[in-house]
């Protein structure tokens, strides 16, 4: 009967902040390729030439499937859901020559739709969530000499959580009840980088994200249950927290000529601070008690790698390939956060049609082994596996 089954993990984190970084295996630390490196390293933003606006969007299509343990029976697929995950910037040295950048960048790190309809053999922890979540974050990068520039940004993060869940109680029709939780959320946090032009021809960056701790406050519990129950399922109000991880990332660029750049990057999410998840709910009854709930996520380490070949002046091509561990452990994975070991692949392109215009088309593919596993707070076990692609466009201008 509780409703705490809401996680989430590497399943949740978006990393589709930069097109030429996506197209590149999601590196990006070291080389400041335009105003992007706001979210990528905000020390890069002193290294850029001009004032430049930046936009990108994605189309997100994940399919996941579940085969229950034991059984050939309740075999099921998430109902196909597009999210459309954005970035926007504008950033560059406050005048000609300068040391001093100055950006605010706009963009969207962590969210996701799953829907697995109602007759999921998982329906009583999870038949539906929705995460979404938008960061604001006002930048300043100074050059300090040639070798080294850094940068910082205040973080400000909103967004909203809508969840759906079945409740093992029947009306006289046989109908099950439901459960629905939706709240807004709001955060802070800070984003840190150093960049370091090694020489003409190697770059090196540090960059450091602070964990978000996403509070949702006077969140709204609806439930539908038959008559005879309701007095045990009050419409009431919840409040939780949702910790969004701090990222480390070290990364190095390799200008091997004129025409070919290789880039990559090594990864830290710290997401072991997420070892449990609390509801605590307005009204209490017997049937709806406050939960605390284990996770024991763990920490990640993830490598990322890519490369830039730039044909002439007017079009380049990109590809890359990325490992990203999950941090969930394989008895504690909820149907709402599904997650295994990823890998991703990628490319893209980059048409100049004028000087200061750039247009941009990549697309990711991301994919996952089969991994058995089991929710045993629930006694849910099966295997679960991930595809996702996701096509984007993005353009940017230098004035």
Known sequence: MTLSSLAFGGSFQINLQGMRQTAMGGSGVAWPWDASTIFYNPGGLSRLEGVQAYGNVFAVTPNISFVPDGTGNGIAKTIKNTSTPFAAYVGGRIKKGSNLALGVGIYTPFGSSIDWGNDFTGRFVSKSISLQSIFVQPTASYRIS????????????????????????????????????????????FNLGVQIKASEHIQLGISYRSAVKMKIKNGDANFNVAPSVATNFPQTNFSTELPLPAIFTVGAGFKINEKLTLQGDVVIAGWESYDSLKFDFESNTPSLQDTHDPRLYKNTFAVRVGGHYK??????????????????????????????????????????????????????????????????????????????????????YTF
Do not use: C, H, W
């Open 146 to 189: 040639e070798l080294i520039s850094v940068g910082a940004g205040f973080i400000y993060g909103f967004g909203s959580v809508d969840i759906e869940k079945g409740i093992p109680v029947q009306d006289a029709n046989g109908k099950e009840g439901a459960a629905s939780l939706s709240g807004k959320a709001n955060g802070i946090g």
């Open 311 to 396: 044909f002439n002046k007017y079009f380049s091509l990109m590809a890359g390939a990325a490992y990203d561990p999950t941090p969930t452990r394989k008895n504690y994975l909820s149907p709402d956060a599904v997650d295994a070991d990823r890998f991703s692949f990628s490319g893209g392109v980059v048409v100049n049609p004028i000087e200061k215009l750039s247009v941009m088309a990549v697309f990711n593919y991301t994919t996952t082994a089969g991994r058995a596993v089991s929710y045993d707070p629930a006694n849910l076990v099966g295997t679960y596996q991930i595809k996702s692609f996701a096509p984007g466009l993005g353009i940017s």
